[in-house]
């Protein structure tokens, strides 16, 4: 503490361990013999020192060493302090600058540009609130599903024998935060307030051509989707009012997304005799501004705060040890099992794909409680370790075979809590929130050629982000402070896959349909948790 209690200095050091990002390969050929050529990929890491300051709102605590105290003077009971749940809509426009040379392509032509998305959000929001007088103080998270899409200018080109038209699509399919909030309260009724925090988009790009010969009726459609997690900054500024004098809250925001570059750039040139490219791919940063209406529940006592003489009231008894509020950690353990349903092209007229797995899971959770007499309010968040792992079934066509297999390492979500207590000593509650998983995509590629044997394994490690729901129940262990819970989970990841739609007159190049799927994951849990007493 610097010596006023409310203002703290830290130093900390913090070890990250971000696994494998890169590929792992091997490749072995027995015909015509060749050594393995094996490729590693290691496991990333950083550590960091940083030293840091910090504000703390409140009056510092004093532990009480008796059941009975005298009670303070009585305060007025606070508008907004509490957990909240609601949901929220609204509009999006986005730019996402960048400029793709079509000469890298093998085209002489132009540039396609980048896009400047826009469409409707809407989902639900959670959080919780603490007030210091007119000062409010918060931490929310949010999840929206969205429609924010644009499309690029059509970019002609032509190649030998033939033109053609290529254009970028893109579209953000979800959008998520984590922040948090500080305000003030211009009047008991009314939160002005800033909130800036972590930022997740689950984003499409689509990169379509279009070919038509120049000596004959032939044309070819191509259009391939590329699906990835971007994640970055927020920031933004809202209002709040109390409807009437209920629990209800009706806000209005604007909030600012900041995700960076999402594209490759670089300069390229070459040049040789009857050949020559000197371009520049360009990537800017891709933004998104959103403007949304929303309407929050919470709970708590109802009413906005009143101005009331001050008063002394009898210090209520000592709450028992054996109650839900508190903050709490434990471990878990199950099972899982995950459905990966996509079906992409692998050569000819071969589609591989349809992953389905299983197996163990185990790991660890905190969280804390807010008890409203049988109604329980929580945020919690857990990381697993797992063994869910499964595979394709193995594809063939020609002398090629290829299998591919998925392994979920890691699973981790940050949820919101709502239950309600039958009994003294039972929970039973729903919950919801964030979910990632980093799974290993593996594909085993094997040359049957009696000429050319080979196999070539590789390892790609993935991100996945998305949404989990689920519910559960808990019950104290005896008189302890011991919690012992059972609970199911459902993990939705959407579209994971890249995926490509080919149209073709050509007898020698067939139409083809790729398939995206979605990817869920379910789960059964049992676990304990020990709960610390308010």
Request: aromatic share 12%; glycine share 14%; hydrophobic share 35%.
């Amino acid at each position: 503490m610097l010596g006023s209690p409310n203002w703290i200095g830290r130093i900390e050091y913090l070890h990250y361990d971000l696994g494998q990002v890169a590929t792992a390969s091997t490749s072995t050929q027995t015909i015509p013999p060749r050594a393995p050529a094996i490729s590693t990929a290691g496991s990333q890491t950083i550590d960091v020192v940083r030293a840091g300051l910090s504000y703390k709102f409140g009056e510092p605590s004093n532990i009480a060493s008796v059941p009975y105290a005298k009670a303070p003077i009585a305060a007025p009971p606070s508008s907004w302090a509490g957990f909240y749940l609601g949901g929220h809509g609204g509009y999006g426009w986005g730019d996402s600058p960048s400029s793709l040379p079509l000469v890298l392509f093998g085209g002489a032509g132009g540039a396609v540009e980048g896009t400047k998305p826009k469409g409707w959000v809407a989902g639900g929001h959670f959080g919780y609130n603490w007030q210091y007088n007119r000062f409010v103080t918060g931490l929310e998270i949010d999840l929206s599903a969205a429609d924010i899409k644009g499309n690029s200018n059509p970019a002609a080109f032509t190649i030998p024998g033939a033109t053609g038209i290529a254009a970028i699509d893109e579209k953000v399919k979800y959008l998520g935060t984590v922040r948090g909030r500080l305000g003030w309260l211009p009047a008991d009724s009314v939160l002005l307030y800033g909130t800036a925090g972590l930022a997740w988009e689950r984003f499409e790009r689509g990169f379509a051509t279009s070919i038509t010969s120049t000596t004959g009726p032939e044309t070819e459609g191509n259009r391939a989707v590329g699906p990835s997690d971007r994640f970055g900054w927020v920031a933004g500024v809202g209002g709040e009012v109390l409807l009437g004098s209920s629990n209800w809250i009706g806000r209005l925001e604007y909030l600012h997304y900041d995700f960076g570059h999402i594209n490759d750039s670089g300069t390229f040139a070459v040049s040789q005799p009857g050949f020559s490219i000197n371009a520049v791919q360009t990537a800017g940063r891709q933004t998104i501004d959103v403007v949304r209406a929303g309407a929050s529940f919470k709970f708590g006592p109802a009413g906005a705060a009143v101005a009331t003489p001050a008063m002394y009231a009898k210090a209520p008894r000592m709450l028992p040890l054996q109650t839900w509020a508190g903050f709490y950690f434990g471990a878990h353990a199950g099972y899982g099992w995950k459905d990966n349903d996509f079906s992409t092209h692998f050569f000819n007229d071969a589609f591989v794909g349809g992953i389905k797995s299983r197996g163990w899971l185990g790991g660890g959770h905190a969280g804390y409680n807010w008890q409203y007499a049988r109604a329980v309010a929580g945020l919690e968040i857990d990381g697993s370790a797992t063994g869910i792992k499964g595979s394709s079934l193995p594809v063939t066509s020609g002398f090629l075979s290829e299998t591919l297999s998925d392994n979920v390492k890691y699973l981790g979500t940050v949820r919101g809590r709502l239950g309600w207590t039958p009994a003294g000593n039972w929970l039973l509650y729903g919950t919801g929130g964030l979910a990632w998983e980093r799974v290993q995509r593996s594909s085993v590629d094997i040359s049957l050629d009696p000429g050319f044997t080979r196999t070539l394994i590789e390892d790609r490690p993935r991100d996945h982000f998305g949404w989990v729901a689920g519910a559960g129940v808990e019950s104290f262990i005896g008189s302890s402070n011991w919690i012992a819970r059972l609970e199911y989970l459902h993990y939705d990841f959407g579209t994971v896959e890249s995926t490509t739609v080919s149209t073709s007159n050509v007898p020698a190049e067939p139409s083809r349909t790729d398939r995206g799927g979605r990817q869920t994951i379910e789960t059964v849990r049992a676990g304990v948790s020990y709960k610390f007493t308010p």
